[in-house]
């Protein structure tokens, strides 16, 4: 079967670059020395999407990936992702409509947990993804339990993400809290933690997490790579 082109739905800059450099990066392990599937990247402003969820404006985030979904669409893509957790709580409002099916994040997130046998999962993310549908819903097809963080943790981490991740600040006292949080939810029973924040694995993987680390970035670029390759997500 030929190689699909991917289309990556852009949010903010440095989730969308750290997926599509994975995508890059890990295709010479299916197709060889240099070698990548096809890939098209489209961004709305991301002071368009900040603002519809401080708005808690779903459909109107929903109409910003759907302008994204047809510009790929028109360029070629078979198929979409999108290296944003949060935005995800749009996707029943933009698959009606949409010109190319996509994959879910949380979806292959769950997926992995599962094939992992991990059983009781931490979840890190800014406030909207924590305190919404996405990976509760997804986590709960699969049998899987999951931890939230506290109020204050989930104060500290969405300021760390919107405020230093999403522009390209990595400071050291941001990751200590994170481990911070981590070990809390290790002390509590979790086995794994979701980084379920595209940009949060710039900071926190295996080499630095209390748990093992569920990178939803990657994982998401990995599927997007066997959708390609062999017509499979997951």
């Not at 939230?148 to 400071?171: N, Q, Y």
Request: aromatic share 6%.
């Amino acid at each position: 079967m030929p190689i699909q082109h991917i289309g990556i739905v852009a949010c903010s800059a440095e989730g969308a670059a750290l997926c599509y450099r994975t995508i890059c990066a890990e295709g010479v392990q299916w197709l060889g020395a240099h070698a990548h599937p096809e890939v098209s990247l489209h961004s709305c402003s991301f002071a368009d999407y900040a603002d519809r969820l401080d708005r808690k404006d779903i459909e109107g985030i929903a109409e910003l990936m759907l302008e994204s979904a047809r510009k790929l669409a028109n360029a070629g893509a078979d198929f979409l992702i999108c290296p944003d957790n949060t935005i995800h709580e749009s996707l029943p409002f933009v698959l009606p409509r949409s010109p190319r099916p996509w994959l879910h994040i949380a979806e292959v997130v769950a997926a992995e947990a599962t094939r992992q046998g991990f059983r009781l999962l931490g979840l890190t993310g800014t406030r909207w993804l924590v305190e919404g549908p996405v990976y509760p819903e997804k986590l709960k097809e699969r049998g899987l339990n999951f931890l939230l963080p506290t109020a204050s943790e989930r104060d500290d981490i969405h300021r760390i993400i919107m405020d230093e991740l999403v522009a390209g600040v990595f400071k050291p006292e941001s990751i200590a809290r994170f481990q911070a949080v981590i070990a809390r939810m290790k002390n509590e029973g979790c086995d794994a933690v979701v980084l379920g924040c595209t940009e949060i694995p710039l900071i926190i993987d295996d080499s630095n997490s209390p748990l093992p680390t569920l990178d939803s970035t990657r994982l998401l670029a990995r599927a997007a790579l066997r959708r390609a390759v062999q017509g499979r997500s997951t």
